[in-house]
């Protein structure tokens, strides 16, 4: 099969490699769809340290090509989905509700590429598959059910971490995929007020599109006196931050309320510095304002959840997809991904059937 891997930091490309081999507990998918992350990225530039050659992805679905003996439940050539993390849910820290902490290790349930191959090749495996496969339901495509398997669950776990009450005031930091993902989620959870922070024309629509009353464009003025102005001085309920960066880190301690909520979604694994909080706005401590970092929390139950969520028509992610490209492609849609080429939010990578068949061969 054809996979596409980290040759080494810096250096990206397509290889052959044997298709995997389920153990008991697995199941071997065979991929019809992926989308490309921006974590892919930061393991490109050596960021997150992994295995030359390892496959890169953890957004993909496909249907099924191979049980291990004992899963039950699941049958050859049925369409599924699997959580861009995988965890066993047998171990502490899954008893526990903390299930990308898996095994006691930090993200320990990110297993696609930082532990073992990911899934941009026309075949993955996926662990512990009873608990991390979900069927895709009839009603949706493929394309719909992609989001569900990262984007959407961080951006949901980013809204359910800022504990909103019917009503309330939330500013989001960042309209990526997974900052829209939040905005979607606050909408969902009913907020009263989501202010978006943005600078870029098409975000900005989409995430008026998604559930966002108001935009504050970071470029045209200061985005904590603006949100501070809009909230009457008494800023907000919560706040979220969707980019990993020191200044939005910063900002939403500074815009939210005393009592109030910080949720961050943003990896900071890019810049290499330590995070500061600042004082005043924290009370020095004494603020009773409450931080919460989280991320996909995967598995079935998980995926089904918000799988219910688009068959009933309350939420269709598919505008953030903003260009399609064939597996043949996959490089070229990579390097748009890591330069922001284009306006690129999302690439869909459509695997073609002839050459998966081939490569079974």
């Not at 820290?93 to 990911?118: H, K």
């Not at 079935?300 to 219910?308: A, K, V």
């Not at 050459?355 to 079974?360: A, K, M, T, V």
Request: aromatic residues 6%; contains cysteine; proline residues 5%.
């Amino acid at each position: 099969m054809r996979a596409f891997v980290l040759r080494k930091a810096g250096e990206v490309g397509v290889i052959e490699k044997p298709i995997p081999e389920p153990g008991p507990n697995d199941v071997v998918v065979r991929t019809t769809a992926a989308l490309v992350c921006t974590t892919d990225v930061h393991v490109m530039r050596g960021v997150i340290p992994v295995a030359p050659d390892v496959t890169l992805g953890h957004e993909a679905v496909g249907v099924v090509h191979a049980l291990g003996s004992a899963v039950e439940g699941l049958a050859e050539g049925q369409r599924v989905a699997a959580a861009g993390i995988t965890p066993c849910f047998q171990c502490d820290s899954c008893q526990r509700g903390f299930s990308s902490q898996c095994q006691g290790r930090m993200l320990g349930g990110a297993r696609f590429t930082n532990q073992r191959d990911g899934t941009l090749a026309q075949y993955f495996l996926v662990n512990n598959a009873q608990a991390n496969l979900a069927p895709i339901p009839e009603a949706l495509s493929d394309h719909q059910a992609l989001y569900a398997t990262d984007m959407l669950s961080t951006g949901f776990v980013a809204a359910e971490h800022a504990e909103l009450q019917l009503g309330e005031t939330v500013a989001i930091f960042a309209q990526g995929a997974v900052g829209l993902s939040a905005t979607i989620g606050c909408r969902l959870l009913g907020a009263g007020l989501i202010i978006a922070v943005e600078s870029v024309p098409a975000r900005q629509e989409l995430a008026r599109h998604f559930g966002a009353d108001l935009i504050v464009d970071h470029t045209r003025c200061d985005p904590v006196e603006r949100i501070l102005e809009l909230t009457d001085g008494e800023g907000v309920d919560a706040a979220i931050e969707a980019l990993g960066a020191p200044q939005t880190w910063e900002a939403a301690f500074r815009v939210t309320k005393p009592g109030g909520r910080i949720s961050n979604v943003g990896y900071h694994g890019e810049v290499r510095e330590p995070l500061h909080i600042p004082l005043e706005p924290f009370g020095y401590g004494m603020s009773d304002k409450q931080l919460y970092g989280g991320f996909n929390r995967g598995g079935r139950g998980w995926l089904r959840r918000i799988f219910r969520l688009m068959e009933t028509g309350k939420v269709d992610p598919t505008p953030m997809t903003t260009h399609q490209f064939t597996f043949d492609d996959i490089e070229e849609a990579f390097r748009m991904m890591a330069s922001k080429e284009g306006g690129i939010i999302k690439p869909l990578i459509h695997f073609e059937a002839e050459g998966e068949e081939r490569s079974s061969r």
